[in-house]
């Protein structure tokens, strides 16, 4: 399928340009805060949007949970929901 990628055994399409062009503006206008990704630079060519964020190393969350030997704590959980509901 032209345009398509996969990752992680998983089929992404390339996204309207449109829908791209407003999460950009989003991201730029919430300038990392509120626990977003920092946009550093953007970059347009004729075929891509290239974006270069800020190094996060934590690793991907849903990986952190399922990865777990136990569950997660109240306290854990209350975290990561605060975090994420004020993005």
């Known amino acids: 399928k032209k345009g398509a990628v ?3 055994n998983t089929l992404y399409t390339p996204i309207k340009p449109e829908i791209l062009q407003a999460e950009v503006e989003i991201l730029r206008k919430l300038n990392g805060k509120h626990y ?3 946009l550093e630079a953007i970059y347009e060519t004729p075929r891509m949007l290239l974006l270069v964020s800020e ?5 991907e969350m849903m990986e952190y949970v399922a990865n777990r030997k136990e569950d997660l704590r109240s306290e854990d ?3 990561i ?3 994420l509901f004020d993005a």
């Open 81 to 83: 929901s605060y975090q």
């Open 55 to 59: 190094y996060c190393g934590g690793g």
């Open 36 to 38: 977003c990704l920092y």
């Open 6 to 8: 996969f990752k992680d």
């Open 77 to 79: 959980v209350s975290r």
